[in-house]
């Protein structure tokens, strides 16, 4: 009679090899899926020698969260310190769970008086109670990090937004328009889908405020396209809100107003992006931001946002 055990142990050694090779793939299929696979679109800031990347969902939610605050009047720092706690709390996403009754951006609760679930699942409003509260900090601004992101979020790990602040830095520096066309976005091929200008003058007074645009952009009027109809290009003359910052000029706020454009681009079907010279197409989104090839004043004194036809 033959020996049974040698042939069992064969069989266990085949299923677990098998298992082995199972959870492999399970675990690059979940990073695929985290991470959108090899040529999904990404954003990135790059300055000063750093890089720091994200996918289009974060980047539309990290424009969003600097623009509430820069259109607030706050400095940067307070931008940054708002990056670093949802980076943390969310991952730079709108979730709608957590501990206990956390939701959104910042895992603010109901129960603690942060806003009803719909209110805090809406980024401006989550972006705007943060900075409710931070303003309250006495010196927020010269705080450490955690220090400051901690008196507002009461977290149980509340070293864990120290590692966050390097990405933070960058992204508030190119969001707020310090770091001039520091921040880009690669776009999917073009499902064929069209843009909506009255979509983006609709986020841009959601996330700026209302006197984001002038009269005849909230209106929807301004130029004519290309062939007598409508015009698909949003034009918007970079206003600065007052601060405190000594470089807060046209430029910087146009640059920020550029950076949320491209940050929501796959949103918004943007096609094209131009400011100070240089411009961002759709089509060439892997190039970043190039020089204009247009007339010389081009772009230079106002953002101009075109959407896909």
Known sequence: MSPIFPARHGRLLRVGAACAVLLALTGYLVAQFLTGGPGAPRCTVRADGESYSLDPEQAGN???????????????????????TAMQESGLRNIHHGDRDSLGLFQQRPTQGWGTARQITDPVYAAGAFYDHLVRVPGYSRLPLTVAAQRVQRSGFPQAYAKHEP????????????????????????????????????????DFGPSALPAAEVSGGGRSGAKGGPSRTV???PRP?????????????????????????????????????????AARSRDGWRQAAGPADEGRSEVRITTAQ
């Open 235 to 237: 034009a918007v003359p």
């Open 62 to 84: 990290a424009s969003t969260i600097t623009a509430v605050g820069t259109s607030r009047g706050l400095p940067e720092r307070a931008v940054t310190i708002a990056l670093a």
């Open 167 to 206: 990405g933070a830095s960058l992204l508030a520096a190119a969001l707020s328009g310090r770091t001039p066309a520091a921040f880009s976005c690669s776009t999917s091929p073009s499902d064929g889908r069209p843009g909506d200008p009255a979509a983006v003058r609709a986020a841009l007074r959601r």
């Open 241 to 281: 809100v007052p601060t405190a910052a000594a470089d807060n000029g046209p430029r910087r706020r146009g640059w920020e107003l550029a950076s949320w454009a491209v940050a929501h681009a796959a949103e918004l079907r943007v096609e094209s992006v131009s400011f100070d010279g240089r411009v961002w197409t």
